[in-house]
C-alpha cells in the first residue's frame, strides 16, 4: 500500500506571495491532518479534514487555509506569506475519524520564504 | 492549555545500551499516545501507541508504559543499534478531536 504523498518536496516562495501544497492520503483513509513543523515550536496541528469538511482547526491565523476534495485528497493554502512562515509542512492521513486513531506521516513539503 | 512535555532533549548511548524517554502530558482526557520516529529528511514514523486501557505494549525491541494516574508514559528502547539514532517525539491526542499535541523531540544518538 503507498504511503502519504506530498507535493511537491520543497518549495522556495518569495514574502507576500501564496502557496498551496498537496496531500494524497493512504488508499481508503479519508481523514486528513496538516502540521507544521519548525526548530523553534516544533509539531503544531494546522487543521483536520474529514469527508470534505474541516473538522478541526488548530491556532493558526486566516492566511492559513485548507480544503479536501471527494477523493479525500487535501491542499492547504498559505497567502501572503510571511518569514516566518518557513517551515516543514506535514500531512497525516488517518483511517478513521474521532478520537484513539492512528495518523500516519508523509514526508512533508519543505516550504523556504525569502 | 494542553501540553507534553518530553526529557531529555538528547540522549547519545552506545551500541547495545537501553535508551528511555519520558513525557507527561496535562489533559487528564488523553487516551491515546503514540510515538514517532522522524530520521533526517523524513516524516514522522509511528513506531508504536498505546491507548489507555493498557499500561503497557512491547513490539520487539521497543515497549512503551503508561500511568495514567500520573499522566506521563514513557518509551523504552533495548538493545539499541545505530539505526535507531533519531528524533524521537511523544505525542498525546488533544481535547478536540484527533489533533496531536507533540513534544519537542529526543534527538537519540547511537555509537557503535
Known amino acids: 500500500k503507498a504511503g502519504v504523498t506530498q507535493t511537491p518536496r520543497y518549495l522556495i516562495k518569495t514574502r507576500g506571495q501564496q502557496v498551496t501544497l498537496s496531500c494524497s492520503p493512504i488508499?481508503?483513509?479519508?481523514?486528513v491532518s496538516w502540521y507544521q513543523q519548525t526548530p523553534g515550536q516544533g509539531l503544531q496541528f494546522l487543521f483536520e479534514?474529514?469527508?470534505?469538511?474541516?473538522?478541526n482547526k488548530g491556532n493558526f491565523p486566516g492566511r492559513f487555509s485548507g480544503r479536501q476534495f471527494s477523493n479525500s485528497r487535501s491542499e492547504m493554502n498559505v497567502s501572503t506569506l510571511e518569514l516566518g512562515d518557513s517551515a516543514l509542512y506535514l500531512c497525516?492521513?488517518?483511517?478513521?475519524?474521532?478520537?484513539?486513531?492512528?495518523?500516519?506521516f508523509g514526508q512533508g513539503t519543505r516550504l523556504t520564504v525569502v | 492549555g494542553e501540553n507534553v512535555e518530553q526529557h531529555p532533549s538528547t540522549l547519545s548511548v552506545q551500541e547495545g545500551d537501553s535508551a528511555v524517554i519520558k513525557c507527561t502530558y496535562s489533559?487528564?482526557?488523553?487516551?491515546?499516545f503514540p510515538w514517532y520516529k522522524q530520521e533526517l529528511g523524513k516524516g514522522p514514523q509511528l513506531i508504536i501507541d498505546?491507548?489507555?486501557?493498557?499500561g503497557e505494549k512491547k513490539d520487539q525491541r521497543i515497549a512503551v508504559t503508561l500511568n495514567k494516574t500520573a499522566k506521563h508514559f514513557s518509551l523504552h528502547i533495548t538493545e539499541t543499534q545505530p539505526e535507531d539514532s533519531a528524533v524521537y517525539f511523544c505525542?498525546?491526542?488533544?481535547?478536540?478531536?484527533?489533533?496531536?499535541?507533540f513534544g519537542k523531540g529526543t534527538t537519540l544518538s547511537v555509537s557503535s
Open positions: 497525516a492521513s488517518s483511517p478513521r475519524v474521532g478520537r484513539n486513531t492512528e495518523a500516519f
Open positions: 488508499s481508503g483513509h479519508r481523514s
Open positions: 479534514y474529514f469527508s470534505e469538511t474541516q473538522r
Open positions: 489533559d487528564s482526557a488523553s487516551n491515546y
Open positions: 498505546i491507548r489507555s486501557n493498557v
Open positions: 505525542a498525546a491526542e488533544g481535547q478536540a478531536g484527533t489533533a496531536l499535541i
